[in-house]
């Protein structure tokens, strides 16, 4: 069986292009409202900004972890069974 690649004529945008281009135009739009906000304002998005940034680092530490203990317990149960 030949897997191909549908060809795409390229005057037409892909999905992803199109996503690509709408989140570029939200961005731009944000950084707008941003420059236009008052400094009171500035703080409360970067704070909150930075504790949505700690809540997804601390998810990502704690996978890990729990990656490298799954890990560690398969290995002594392996020199175990030997």
Same mark, same amino acid.
């Given at each position: ?13 892909? @999905? ?14 944000? #950084? /707008?409202?941003? &420059?236009?906000? %008052? ?14 940034? @700690? ?14 203990? #799954? /890990?560690?317990? &398969?290995?002594? %149960? ?5």
């Amino acid at each position: 069986m030949k897997v191909t690649k549908k060809s795409v004529p390229s005057s037409t945008p892909t @999905a992803d292009h199109r996503k690509f281009d709408k989140l570029i135009n939200h961005t731009n739009s944000m #950084k /707008k409202k941003y &420059s236009s906000m %008052d400094e009171e304002s500035k703080k409360k998005v970067l704070l909150g900004i930075a504790g949505a940034f @700690a809540v997804l680092s601390s998810i990502a530490a704690v996978s890990t972890v729990k990656k490298t203990k #799954k /890990k560690m317990k &398969s290995r002594k %149960d392996s020199k175990e069974v030997k």
